[in-house]
């Protein structure tokens, strides 16, 4: 069974700041989502990583994947307060998407 | 990206009563619909993955009977939660792919609060 591992839970930054969250995944796969979730709101797509080695910047956001070490990475710049959200990570399994359990990141001025 | 709209965004109900969720989309042919649950501060928890025109496939430990999920048609996927209780308040998030096209990306609803009462 396919299993997403996020780290960190939770995340409190200071502005300015720079850090990285981070996907496991326990089977192979080479398709990766990041999501966004503000309070009450549904998700918003951030980044699609669809094979080994890809990257992809937005912003002060910048994703990959490795799908050998099944790991892939958010990092994120300078953080702002405009950051702050839930995010997650999603990976394609068989016949569905699994998700991580979140990383609530808050950003402090 | 596609759109899929999803209706309503926030429902109460009173303990007992049936509850039904729309998932439509809007500008593409959903073939599959995904159904999810996500409760306060927690992950999205696939429920269960229907395919236009035939039964759903229900994630182990939900209630098929209790949570009753239709797609006629690929365009619309219902999720009826009847005999709702307090405990089936949650956030409700569907999703919608085109998946014989080959990969696609899931579009997802904009999610439905469901408070019991």
């Known amino acids: 069974e396919l299993k997403v591992e996020q780290n960190p839970l939770f995340l409190s930054m200071q502005e300015g700041k720079n850090y990285t969250i981070y996907c496991n995944y326990s089977?192979?796969?080479?398709?990766l989502y990041w999501y966004r979730q503000d309070p009450g709101k549904s998700l918003e797509s951030l980044f699609v990583?669809?094979?080994?080695?890809a990257v992809k910047q937005e912003g002060r956001l910048m994703a990959s994947l490795d799908t050998k070490a099944r790991l892939s990475t958010l990092h994120i710049t300078a953080a702002v307060h405009d950051l702050s959200a839930t995010y997650f990570c999603?990976?394609?399994?068989?016949?569905?998407?699994?998700f991580g359990a979140g990383t609530r990141l808050t950003v402090k001025p | 990206g596609a759109v899929v709209s999803q209706h309503p965004s926030r429902v109460i109900c009173k303990s007992g009563t049936s509850v039904k969720i729309e998932c439509r989309s809007l500008?593409?042919?959903?073939?599959?619909m995904f159904w999810y649950r996500q409760f306060p501060k927690q992950s999205l928890m696939l429920m269960a993955t229907?395919?236009?025109?035939?039964?759903?496939?229900?994630e182990q430990g939900v209630e098929k009977d209790k949570f009753l999920i239709n797609h006629a048609s690929l365009t619309l996927s219902t999720l009826t939660v009847t005999s709702a209780h307090p405990e089936d308040s949650s956030f409700y998030i569907c999703?919608?792919?085109?998946?014989?096209?080959?990969?696609?990306?899931?579009?997802f609803g904009q999610g439905t609060r469901l408070t019991v009462v």
């Open positions: 999703s919608a792919r085109d998946l014989p096209q080959g990969y696609t990306e899931a579009f």
């Open positions: 229907s395919n236009e025109g035939s039964k759903a496939t229900y």
């Open positions: 999603a990976v394609e399994g068989a016949r569905d998407m699994r």
């Open positions: 990583l669809l094979s080994n080695g």
């Open positions: 089977t192979t796969s080479d398709r």
């Open positions: 500008d593409f042919q959903a073939t599959t």
